[in-house]
Nanobody, 114 residues
Framework: QVQLVESGGDLVQAGGSLRLSCAAGISIFSFTAMGWYRQAPGKQRELVAAITSTGSTNYADPVKGRFTISRDNAKNTMYLQMNSLKPEDTAVYYC????????WGQGTQVTVSS
């Protein structure tokens, strides 16, 4: 069973920063791609950022220039650095990883107060 465990969610004021972590129970070299998604109350889960095994990245338009996705292969961990946070960034953030199927973490809450 592949496990992904998110951490780093918190309550932060608008303009602040957070770094989310996604620790994998296996070598993240195994994943062809990994990503961060978020789901706000009453809304569908949406892609925030993704990174491939070769290091290519893509970002959703609302977070471009503010968020940075990265991975530390030695620590089997993926990160999401979030700067200049806005109240509309409030959501549960999930990480996922793609093998023959997609695996999801349990989520971590990010709340941005105005």
């Amino acid at each position: 069973q592949v496990q992904l465990v998110e951490s780093g969610g918190d309550l932060v004021q608008a303009g602040g920063s957070l770094r989310l972590s996604c620790a994998a129970g296996i070598s993240i070299f195994s994943f062809t791609a990994m990503g961060w998604y978020r789901q706000a109350p009453g809304k569908q889960r949406e892609l925030v950022a993704a990174i491939t095994s070769t290091g290519s990245t893509n970002y959703a338009d609302p977070v471009k220039g503010r968020f940075t996705i990265s991975r530390d292969n030695a620590k089997n961990t993926m990160y999401l650095q979030m700067n200049s946070l806005k109240p509309e960034d409030t959501a549960v953030y999930y990480c996922n990883g793609r093998l023959s199927r997609v695996y999801w973490g349990q989520g971590t809450q990010v709340t941005v107060s105005s």
